[in-house]
């Protein structure tokens, strides 16, 4: 495959640039006492306003139940989520952040409010707009082919 038409490098300049990202955020983040897996599922949960099942975050998160199971254990134990019997089905739960969870979401938020500032301090208002309008086009496209795997 050849590596020089804009087609050729997408994927690769996109992995590459993602890990980069990832693995920025990680390291900022740790410096706050969140580990790269753990901070996720507590910004997701805060998004979601909370009272979510398990398999709801996971989809939002894009793990696997199993491996979220794990990571709510942790962040449990930590004192910065809760389960809730759902009023609706006995057999489910539903997460809900604490009062230590929320205080550790606006911390985590911060960090990656400055972190991503910095990281993108290069692009313009108008360069990362068409960036982000291009990257919904792609994900949006990605769905669909995704569903029709289905």
Do not use: N
């Not at 134990?77 to 809900?96: A, H, I, K």
């Not at 911390?107 to 910095?118: A, Q, Y």
């Not at 208002?125 to 792609?138: C, G, P, Q, V, Y």
């Amino acid at each position: 495959m050849r590596h020089d038409t804009p087609l050729s490098r997408f994927g690769f300049v996109f992995s590459r640039t993602a890990r980069r990202w990832r693995r920025e955020l990680d390291l900022r983040l740790a410096g706050i006492g969140m580990a790269d897996a753990t901070w996720p599922p507590l910004v997701h949960l805060s998004l979601s306003g909370g009272g979510i099942s398990q398999k709801d975050l996971a989809e939002r998160v894009g793990i696997d139940g199993s491996s979220l199971v794990r990571l709510l254990d942790i962040l449990s134990e930590r004192g910065l989520l809760e389960r809730r019997p759902d009023p609706g089905d006995r057999r489910s739960r539903q997460l809900y952040l604490t009062p230590a969870g929320k205080a550790a979401v606006r911390r985590i938020e911060e960090v990656l409010e400055r972190t991503e500032h910095e990281m993108l301090e290069d692009l313009g208002h108008d360069d990362l707009m068409r960036l982000l309008e291009a990257m919904d086009r792609i994900d949006r496209r990605i769905a669909r082919m995704q569903q029709e795997e289905r």
